[in-house]
């Protein structure tokens, strides 16, 4: 019997495996990314983005990126 999916809310906020986060750099700058977890992004400060994180996986797409002076 498969597993039922998980609702959006849960799988919006999916864990993201430390390691990945070790190891991803931003693909604009290639400097270091910070965690928010309240966001649920990769914050890149040198490049004033935040990609998104959905369903765990982080979309490192600048297109898909959120400016950080945006809401």
């Not at 400097?31 to 992004?41: A, G, S, T």
């Amino acid at each position: 019997m498969a597993d039922a999916p998980l609702p959006a809310e849960t799988r919006a906020h999916a864990p993201v495996d430390p390691r990945l986060l070790e190891i991803l750099v931003c693909p604009v700058t290639r400097q270091p990314l910070e965690y928010d977890k309240v966001r649920n992004e990769l914050v890149s400060r040198a490049a004033g983005l935040a990609y998104p994180i959905r369903d765990g996986i982080p979309i490192m797409l600048p297109d898909e990126a959120r400016p950080l002076d945006q809401p």
